[in-house]
């Protein structure tokens, strides 16, 4: 169980920092921002890819189950989603 936990995180770093390097700009984050932004966008590519590939049921996997490049196109999504949301100015 720890071990899982381990590599999740290190999973999520690896994948937060890669998806952090594709986005452009810049990200005020941590690491342990990065680490998450790489965990939950596992979760987020798992759960498109359970869509698009077949049997294409909506189904959410933990992120231990899918590949580099699917936790990859989740992060950026949710990197991209996140710099779109902050970067709004507001005017009054």
Do not use: C, E, N
């Given at each position: 169980m720890i071990?899982h936990i381990i590599?999740?995180?290190?999973l999520?770093?690896?994948?937060?920092?890669?998806?952090?390097?594709v986005?452009?700009?810049?990200q005020p984050?941590?690491?342990?921002a990065t680490a998450?932004?790489g965990?939950?966008?596992s979760?987020?590519?798992?759960?498109?890819?359970s869509i698009?590939?077949?049997?294409h049921?909506?189904?959410?996997?933990?992120?231990?189950?899918?590949s580099?490049?699917?936790?990859?196109?989740?992060?950026?999504?949710?990197?991209?989603i996140?710099?779109?949301?902050t970067?709004?100015?507001?005017?009054?």
């Open positions: 071990l590599w999740l995180i290190v999520g770093l690896v994948v937060g920092l890669v998806a952090r390097l986005v452009p700009g810049k984050m941590g690491w342990v998450l932004l965990i939950i966008g979760y987020v590519g798992g759960t498109l890819g698009v590939f077949p049997p049921q909506f189904d959410i996997h933990p992120p231990i189950q899918h580099f490049l699917g936790a990859l196109v989740g992060a950026v999504i949710l990197l991209v996140y710099k779109f949301a970067s709004r100015t507001k005017t009054l």
